[in-house]
């Protein structure tokens, strides 16, 4: 943390302050309240944690004081682009990005021992968290396993099911023969598991603990999961061997192994603390990653976005992110939430306000009294969906929601008053109801959160949205519209048609909006458990209030994964929600691609002999005409506790607020409002029954790990024993010629442009991610390796091998394609000086991606306003020249010349004096490499 010199040399040492009380351990911190300045007081609190890290790592190179006086002067510098430097307190990496900076290191240790000095000084200075999260390929799968691909040699092979005893197992065309399962048709049922080719096999689906589709039983474990894992491992062994070897060589780096979770759950469940500890002081947490979901963290309380790969490993190497001290937009939200509005409804509403609100580039803060209503998964859902409205981050201040959240993770009691007790005497706590706390904004926001009402979709196409309020009315409408897009041309005298039919011996009714398919699908409602807690509740409370479903309307259960099954269990839920007929089917895609049994045969006749439009209600994300069932016209998306609700309505031709939703065996009317759960109800379950287990099992995984990476050998040497022979782990050329001194600034002489490109080229271009194409220069340099196509893996999985991605630089075929708006900046980004780039000149750069050639040592050169090649007349034949001055200073303007006679002016964009020097040692890497080498 930079804090040798806190005592005595840190321009800032006076603000040092120290928790009161024993049992915090006289832990330190900087205060920045001791700065005795009222501005503080009135900052966004996102802003404050920019201050007090500025305040922390001030250093007089990285962090100046002037840095953390303009930030601190947020108010009046907010409008004039002024850059600040941000050190986070960590770094969090997926594989992908994280094998070439942990290669990077390696080869520095090789660096550094190869001078005389000693390679256990090279470490990360910033924490780093490392989640192999990115290399599982699904060559197994509960359809395929049989033929999935086995480079590995041996068989591929299935698991039967096995039956509960006394049982045979359920085959397509049997019937169930079990009174208790309501319903159960299996032999026109498409969502039975698929069989293997023997008899009495089929392959299980999920790698959790499951529920017959049919039966309800416990059914063994699949291996479906597990070979897909030794697949991984023996696929990307070199790579996972090498990730094994930084856990145990490096200092500050944590390698989260692979099938312990995705990134952005390990790092929200586990990995965040808000507060940190080290070296006996304390600081928020802080983290720039290089997943894209970096930002859901901010729901948390704990500022962080995303950055690209050479800027983490920047910031690994101690080098703040620069940025443009952001405006920060308050979204201010009061009024009370829609007793029918569910979390999914608040999300979109909030992110639809946003979207049109226009605030491209700044930070989001949320304050006002409707904060305290969202629970911690909204407000990560919420944060996580900033690239829809195009903020940086959407910062949620900890409160007492928070800390209610965490008292339910892997906190300790001891954590949990050391992090509230911190962020008060900083000013980080937030009390949502007292507005004598709210900061000044660059702009603010209003939402009423009672304005946000539930919707569905229907009864044709998905983007045709209607307010519950609002369907009884809007139905009607449908039925009088001509045929198109919503309306069916019912005549008047139709509307009010009722067929009777009988069936399983009793007289029952359809008319125009009957229901006849109701189906929990939740694979689009996994993220966001409450509303499928919602549904489960609902129909508790339904089933006590006396309430069913008709026995005709085909209703189903098929939950996105066994996890939604564990929870609606384990809350108590499952056996009402299979008393009104929504029983667990199978886990995938079932209603919502048209896998449904079909409806009996008296439901079908009295639709076709009333021309009835009548009505299916899914929680899926994809609906057409006939594409649940051929007679059924109209369906609707709704929320899964709505689903319910209009399977026990048994109609969409209904006004929930007036009309009951039912009537029970003692004739009483029951209203929605008197069965729908409080929100109360739903969070206090979720925390319970969901958060809790969450969080357990994931700690669980943390502390054991897995069989296949506990037994995987790794070398335990300093340095890296590389392979020659290693077509995945290559030792980079970047310290080759090392020397004490960078050499004095070359000109650039009778350059040649490398290539002569369009505007907004973008990353992908560039360097692809994706597969290695069979003709590409990638390719010919593994097949030169005795390597096949199907070896080659990605140019993802290679990143630690610098030749495979010099080759697979400006490989894309697509690189001309236009990617922004033409209202866009005109962006370029570049590799690294693998490929002898010594410059590039542009119209204008993306900042991070400018900041990644000052990295790398590569001149980013801009064309002065109003120029651009094509004013110049430039044709990308000439040969260029460009001479760096000793002095060179900050955003200097360089002559150009080139060999056709012609001249031109540039800016060369280095925003600091700290980017010269890295440009003077040749990029970071060796700067850094230098300083351990001859300076430590």
Known sequence: MALAAASGGHPFSDLIDTLKGEKYGDKKYFSPQKLNDQRYDALPLSIRVLLEASIRKCDGFYVKEEDVYNILD????????????????????????????MVDLAAMRDAVASHGGDPN??????????????????????????????????????????????RGAPLRGSQCGRPSQRGCRKGACSDAPATSGRPGAAVQIENTPLLCPFHLQPVSEPETALKNQEMELMRNKERLQFFKWCSKAFKNVNVVPPDTGAIHQVNLEYLSQVVQERDGFVCPDSVVGTDSHTTMINGLGILGWGVGG??????????PVSLTLPQVVGCKLVGSISTLATSIDIVLGITKHLRQAGIAGRFVEFFGPGVSQLSVPDRTTIANMCPEYS????????????????????????????????????KLFRTYQDPSEDPQYSEVIEINLGSIVPHVSGPKRPQDRVAVSNMKTDFLSCLNEKVGFKGFHVPAEKQATLMPFVHEGQEYKLAQGSVVIAAIISC?????PSVMLAAGLLAKKAVAAGLAVRPYIRTSLAPGSGMVTHYLSASGVLPSLGQLGFEVIGYGCATCVGNTAPLPDSVVDAIKQGDLVVCGVLSGNRHFEGRLCNCVRANYLASPPLVVAYAIAGTVDIDFETEPLGVNSDGKEVYLREVWPSREEVQHTERHCVIASMFRDLKLKMEKGNRL????????????PWDPKSTYIRCPPFFNKLTKEPPALQSIDNAHALLFLGDTVTTDHISPAGSIARVSPAAKYLQSKRLTPREFNSYGARRGNDAVMTRGTFASIKLQNRFISKTGPKTVHIPSGQTGVRAVIAESFEKMHRNHLVGMGIAPLQFLPGESADSLELCGKEKFSVSFPEDLSPRQELTVKTSSGKAFRVIVLFESEMDIVFFRHGGILRFVARTLTWQS
């Open 74 to 101: 947020w108010q009046q510098q907010q409008q004039s682009s002024t850059e600040i430097p941000f050190a986070p307190a960590r770094v969090l990496l997926q594989d992908f990005t994280g094998i070439p900076a």
């Open 121 to 166: 000084v090279v470490n990360p200075s910033c924490p780093t968290d490392l989640v192999v999260d990115h290399s599982l390929q699904i060559d197994f799968s509960k359809c395929a396993i049989q033929n999935a691909p086995n480079p590995g040699g041996g068989e591929g092979h299935s698991t039967p099911i096995k039956s509960p005893p006394g």
């Open 524 to 528: 689009t409602n996994n993220c966001n």
């Open 391 to 426: 903020a940086t981050v959407s910062f949620f201040p900890v409160d007492d929601v928070t800390l209610k959240h965490f008292k339910q993770t892997n906190l300790s009691e001891e954590k949990l008053e050391l992090l509230e007790a911190y962020l008060k005497a900083v």
């Open 709 to 720: 990476w506990n037994n995987l050998e790794a070398p335990e040497s300093e340095l890296f």
């Open 310 to 319: 050479i800027e983490s490993e920047a910031v690994m190497l101690g080098q």
